[in-house]
């Protein structure tokens, strides 16, 4: 026999989780980032339809093994390249999704075309499962070790390419897959891998303007683009986004969160910082004179400077330095400034020093390239300002896109950790875009007085102040209590600029919504709903969800209700629908969708395998194979969203351990199946006593997760002041025993079918497949709902179900 082509596997694999991450940024880019994720779930159907096609026609595809791997992997990298490209020119429009009839017809096409490439290469690895069945541990290891390497590849190589290049990285590599299987098989004559090495060279010479990313119309960079001879002057890229620069000679650019209508400054000249087309941040020309800096006294957000005097001041997500620039006019003592994105950081500094002064470098200015969390956990120092800077986009915001983000910058702990990094009389300030009805900032109010009382601070009433704008509003939080030298300040300050006190301590009801004026003070009456006595059923009744968000639940964007879709609908008519936090349902549909999809790809098969069964067998034995078909049915499927469940959880809680989600979606999904690869290999070793050997395993996974659920978080708190290369070597060793019980059951369930019946391995494996994209959407719609404590627990259960039912 033959030695199957692992290498081949292992390349082809890495090629597929590169292809599906990079898929992630591409998407980001042309549309947003939480539709992404929605259709890789959908694309990542191709491996259970891989299964299906080897389960039906495994005596054709395997006579003709070697020749149908190369194919698939050929398709595959040519596929990556070209479904991507045709994806593109498909006009879909997400905003339009619920009204528009054809857009649906549209995401559908988007969906069959990313899944084209993934069928491809799944079927090539399926294939490789079910011709060497006997080798299934050595197979599984080098599977998903592969897969876990070419996810910390995929990473690197954004960090040096555009996402062009690595697209055109990734479908190179597929094909070079193709070309060390003849290698590895000696299959052929000796010319073919050199022939297929040269096709592999293919995807670099594609001409750029077929490939070339086109984000949506309704993105801010088009809409930008759209002024006068606006133009592009500086772009960089990275895992953390694609860094836009724009200018507009003619047409001077007037970014302002925020700003006063009774304002009697413009902005100096400014030119645009966008990431990934979105969350437009204002690079403010500087040349060290204060003048051209007025306006920035007249934002929502100037108002706790004019409630402190000279303030050490700390900038959480500092973009283009619009806010740090806002806190040197203010006179404040001293300013921390921490930007996500490093390359944010050069753009100011570096390649627009001339423009910009370099903010960051002006005195008393430190600047730190971080997470938000992790450096205040990391610190310990403490100021009078914190600010928590407005990036994201108002158009995105309104329109409900972010209402699947994870966001741990507005939890009840995050909160927490900001208060404790205040001094006495400190405070903290948080701007957010005005939706109407409101949804963001009753959240935010009710976060705050959650972390207070948690912290069992006393009158949390008597430390709180709102105000809003014409379309921002601006929350303070102080530690310790409004006096009344402060809240005199703050009428003044609200006054002279119109803008509306929807709450302060010993508020009147008259006094709120005065400028600005809505047909209700829906703000004031929130605010004061959330203070009193019937809390739980104003949130209760409330038309949005507007509950605080937590650590185990950091869905702040999160507003939709179901009870309230009959009403938004019934105001299709009148423009309603835009009041939908739209991405919520669409999640449902996709779950929906992704689990009748895998089921067709498993009762079919399996009913066609059970009538060949009794075609060969008669029908006395088809009956008793019957249950046992189901039964390996339901091991697969529980072992697949089990698996899928603990890796996406433990993603979630590691984020803010690693002080950055990119390094925890490298290092957690890395190690998780490389380790999982590595207890796949060591469970050959187990197959004498494979049932056992399972119950063994799931235990194990059951204890671990169980003493990692109740002692992280204080195992977090202790080592996150650790530098980053020691916290990814505690991150790698905490998940290390976890993943490798977790890669066992599945390769010794598979062993004892091939044992018993080789034709049910495709099935099974298409199964695992199926149950994994399922989970992937499923495992987000129980963190909404019951956080990610919840979906450990989920599976857990469906780990030990699956030890019972064993094959």
């Given at each position: 026999?033959?030695?199957?082509?692992?290498?081949?596997?292992?390349?082809?694999s890495?090629?597929?989780?590169?292809?599906?991450?990079l898929l992630?940024?591409l998407?980001?880019?042309?549309?947003w980032?939480?539709?992404a994720?929605m259709?890789i779930?959908?694309?990542?159907?191709?491996?259970?339809a891989?299964?299906?096609?080897?389960?039906l026609a495994?005596p054709?595809?395997l006579r003709h093994f070697?020749?149908?791997?190369?194919?698939g992997?050929?398709?595959?990298?040519?596929?990556?390249?070209?479904c991507?490209?045709?994806?593109?020119?498909v006009a879909?429009n997400?905003?339009?999704?619920?009204?528009?009839?054809?857009?649906?017809l549209r995401?559908?096409?988007l969906?069959?075309?990313?899944?084209?490439?993934?069928?491809?290469?799944?079927?090539s690895?399926c294939l490789v499962?079910?011709r060497?069945?006997?080798?299934?541990?050595?197979i599984?290891?080098?599977?998903i070790?592969?897969a876990?390497?070419?996810c910390?590849a995929?990473?690197?190589a954004?960090?040096?390419?555009?996402?062009?290049?690595?697209?055109r990285?990734?479908?190179a590599?597929?094909m070079a897959?193709?070309?060390l299987?003849?290698v590895?098989?000696?299959w052929h004559?000796?010319?073919l891998p050199?022939?297929?090495?040269?096709v592999?060279t293919?995807p670099?010479?594609v001409?750029?303007?077929?490939i070339?990313l086109r984000?949506?119309e309704?993105k801010?960079l088009?809409q930008?683009?759209?002024?006068g001879d606006?133009r592009?002057v500086?772009q960089?890229?990275s895992?953390?986004?694609?860094?836009t620069v724009?200018?507009s000679?003619?047409?001077?650019?007037?970014?302002a969160?925020?700003?006063?209508l009774?304002a009697?400054?413009e902005?100096p000249p400014q030119?645009a910082?966008?990431?990934?087309?979105?969350?437009?941040s204002?690079?403010?020309?500087y040349?060290?004179?204060?003048?051209?800096?007025a306006?920035?006294?007249?934002?929502?957000?100037?108002l706790?400077f004019?409630?402190?005097r000279?303030?050490?001041?700390?900038v959480l997500g500092s973009?283009a330095?619009?806010d740090?620039?806002?806190?040197?006019?203010h006179?404040?003592?001293?300013?921390?400034?921490v930007?996500?994105n490093?390359q944010?950081i050069?753009?100011?500094q570096?390649?627009?020093a001339?423009?910009?002064g370099?903010p960051y470098?002006?005195?008393g200015v430190r600047?730190?390239a971080g997470?938000?969390?992790g450096?205040?956990a990391?610190?310990q120092?403490r100021?009078?300002?914190?600010?928590?800077a407005l990036l994201d986009s108002?158009s995105?915001?309104?329109a409900g896109l972010?209402?699947?983000?994870?966001?741990?910058?507005?939890?009840?702990?995050?909160?927490?950790?900001?208060?404790?990094h205040?001094r006495?009389?400190?405070?903290l300030?948080i701007?957010?875009?005005?939706t109407l009805?409101?949804r963001d900032?009753?959240k935010l109010?009710a976060?705050?007085v959650?972390?207070?009382e948690?912290?069992?601070v006393?009158?949390?009433?008597l430390r709180?102040?709102?105000?809003?704008g014409?379309n921002?509003?601006?929350?303070?939080v102080k530690?310790?209590?409004?006096?009344?030298?402060?809240?005199?300040?703050?009428?003044?300050?609200?006054?002279?600029?119109s803008?509306d006190?929807?709450?302060y301590p010993g508020?009147?009801p008259?006094?709120?919504?005065?400028?600005n004026v809505l047909?209700?003070p829906?703000f004031?009456?929130?605010?004061?709903?959330?203070?009193?006595?019937?809390?739980?059923?104003?949130?209760?009744?409330?038309k949005f969800?507007?509950?605080?968000a937590?650590?185990d639940k950091p869905y702040?964007?999160?507003?939709?209700k179901?009870?309230t879709?009959p009403e938004?609908?019934a105001?299709?008519s009148?423009?309603?629908?835009?009041?939908?936090?739209?991405g919520y349902p669409?999640?449902v549909?996709?779950l929906l969708?992704?689990t009748a999809?895998?089921l067709?790809l498993?009762?079919?098969p399996l009913?066609?395998?059970?009538?060949?069964?009794?075609?060969?067998a008669g029908a006395?034995?088809a009956?008793n194979?019957g249950?046992r078909a189901w039964r390996?049915g339901?091991y697969?499927l529980?072992?697949?969203v089990?698996?899928?469940?603990?890796e996406?959880?433990?993603i979630q809680k590691f984020i803010l351990?690693l002080?950055h989600p990119l390094?925890?979606?490298?290092?957690v999904?890395?190690?998780?199946?490389?380790?999982?690869?590595?207890?796949?290999r060591?469970?050959?070793r187990?197959r004498?006593?494979?049932?056992r050997?399972?119950?063994?395993a799931?235990?194990g996974?059951w204890a671990?997760?169980?003493i990692?659920l109740?002692?992280?978080?204080?195992?977090?708190?202790l080592l996150i002041?650790?530098?980053?290369?020691?916290?990814?070597?505690?991150?790698?060793?905490?998940?290390?025993p976890?993943a490798f019980?977790?890669?066992?059951p599945f390769?010794l369930?598979l062993d004892?079918v091939a044992?018993?019946?080789e034709t049910l391995?495709p099935?099974a494996?298409g199964?695992?497949?199926c149950?994994?994209?399922?989970?992937a959407v499923l495992a987000?719609?129980?963190?909404?709902?019951?956080?990610f404590?919840?979906v450990?627990?989920?599976?857990?259960?469906l780990?030990?179900?699956?030890a019972?039912?064993?094959?």
């Amino acid at each position: 026999m033959p030695r199957p082509p692992l290498l081949a596997l292992a390349l082809l694999s890495a090629a597929a989780l590169g292809y599906e991450i990079l898929l992630m940024r591409l998407l980001s880019i042309i549309l947003w980032h939480h539709f992404a994720y929605m259709m890789i779930s959908v694309a990542l159907l191709g491996y259970g339809a891989a299964g299906a096609l080897v389960a039906l026609a495994r005596p054709a595809l395997l006579r003709h093994f070697l020749p149908a791997f190369v194919a698939g992997a050929l398709l595959f990298g040519a596929g990556a390249m070209a479904c991507f490209a045709i994806a593109q020119q498909v006009a879909f429009n997400p905003l339009e999704i619920l009204w528009e009839p054809t857009q649906p017809l549209r995401l559908l096409l988007l969906y069959l075309l990313l899944f084209v490439p993934f069928f491809c290469a799944a079927t090539s690895v399926c294939l490789v499962f079910s011709r060497f069945n006997a080798q299934v541990h050595r197979i599984y290891s080098f599977d998903i070790l592969g897969a876990g390497l070419g996810c910390l590849a995929i990473i690197v190589a954004l960090f040096a390419l555009s996402p062009v290049g690595a697209l055109r990285l990734v479908s190179a590599t597929g094909m070079a897959a193709a070309a060390l299987a003849c290698v590895e098989c000696r299959w052929h004559r000796r010319w073919l891998p050199a022939l297929l090495l040269v096709v592999a060279t293919v995807p670099a010479a594609v001409p750029e303007a077929w490939i070339a990313l086109r984000p949506s119309e309704y993105k801010e960079l088009n809409q930008v683009l759209r002024i006068g001879d606006a133009r592009v002057v500086a772009q960089r890229s990275s895992p953390l986004g694609l860094v836009t620069v724009v200018e507009s000679p003619s047409i001077p650019l007037r970014h302002a969160p925020g700003l006063s209508l009774n304002a009697s400054t413009e902005p100096p000249p400014q030119l645009a910082v966008l990431t990934d087309g979105d969350g437009l941040s204002a690079l403010n020309r500087y040349d060290s004179r204060r003048e051209p800096l007025a306006y920035l006294g007249d934002l929502t957000s100037a108002l706790p400077f004019h409630l402190l005097r000279n303030p050490r001041v700390l900038v959480l997500g500092s973009g283009a330095g619009a806010d740090v620039l806002q806190a040197i006019w203010h006179h404040a003592s001293a300013v921390d400034a921490v930007e996500l994105n490093p390359q944010v950081i050069e753009l100011v500094q570096g390649r627009f020093a001339a423009f910009s002064g370099k903010p960051y470098s002006a005195p008393g200015v430190r600047v730190f390239a971080g997470e938000a969390r992790g450096f205040l956990a990391a610190s310990q120092d403490r100021y009078d300002l914190i600010q928590v800077a407005l990036l994201d986009s108002f158009s995105t915001s309104s329109a409900g896109l972010y209402a699947l983000s994870e966001s741990y910058l507005y939890t009840v702990e995050a909160f927490q950790g900001y208060l404790r990094h205040l001094r006495p009389g400190g405070m903290l300030a948080i701007t957010r875009w005005v939706t109407l009805p409101p949804r963001d900032i009753p959240k935010l109010f009710a976060t705050a007085v959650a972390a207070m009382e948690k912290m069992d601070v006393p009158a949390p009433a008597l430390r709180l102040v709102l105000i809003r704008g014409w379309n921002t509003a601006t929350l303070l939080v102080k530690n310790g209590e409004f006096d009344g030298v402060e809240l005199a300040a703050l009428q003044a300050f609200c006054r002279a600029r119109s803008f509306d006190v929807e709450y302060y301590p010993g508020i009147e009801p008259g006094q709120a919504n005065r400028y600005n004026v809505l047909d209700k003070p829906y703000f004031f009456e929130s605010a004061q709903a959330l203070l009193g006595p019937d809390r739980a059923r104003f949130l209760s009744e409330y038309k949005f969800d507007v509950r605080p968000a937590t650590d185990d639940k950091p869905y702040f964007f999160h507003f939709f209700k179901w009870r309230t879709l009959p009403e938004l609908l019934a105001l299709k008519s009148q423009g309603g629908l835009p009041l939908l936090e739209w991405g919520y349902p669409v999640l449902v549909a996709t779950l929906l969708q992704a689990t009748a999809a895998a089921l067709l790809l498993i009762v079919v098969p399996l009913r066609v395998l059970r009538r060949r069964t009794r075609m060969l067998a008669g029908a006395g034995t088809a009956t008793n194979g019957g249950p046992r078909a189901w039964r390996v049915g339901f091991y697969f499927l529980a072992v697949g969203v089990g698996f899928m469940f603990v890796e996406i959880a433990f993603i979630q809680k590691f984020i803010l351990f690693l002080s950055h989600p990119l390094y925890a979606v490298a290092v957690v999904l890395c190690a998780f199946l490389c380790f999982a690869g590595l207890g796949s290999r060591y469970s050959q070793r187990l197959r004498a006593r494979a049932g056992r050997q399972a119950m063994l395993a799931v235990a194990g996974i059951w204890a671990i997760s169980l003493i990692y659920l109740a002692a992280l978080p204080a195992v977090f708190r202790l080592l996150i002041a650790l530098p980053d290369p020691a916290r990814i070597a505690v991150a790698v060793l905490l998940i290390a025993p976890l993943a490798f019980l977790m890669g066992m059951p599945f390769p010794l369930g598979l062993d004892r079918v091939a044992a018993r019946d080789e034709t049910l391995v495709p099935w099974a494996w298409g199964i695992n497949a199926c149950a994994s994209v399922v989970a992937a959407v499923l495992a987000t719609l129980v963190a909404i709902h019951a956080g990610f404590t919840m979906v450990i627990l989920v599976a857990l259960l469906l780990y030990a179900a699956a030890a019972l039912a064993g094959p």
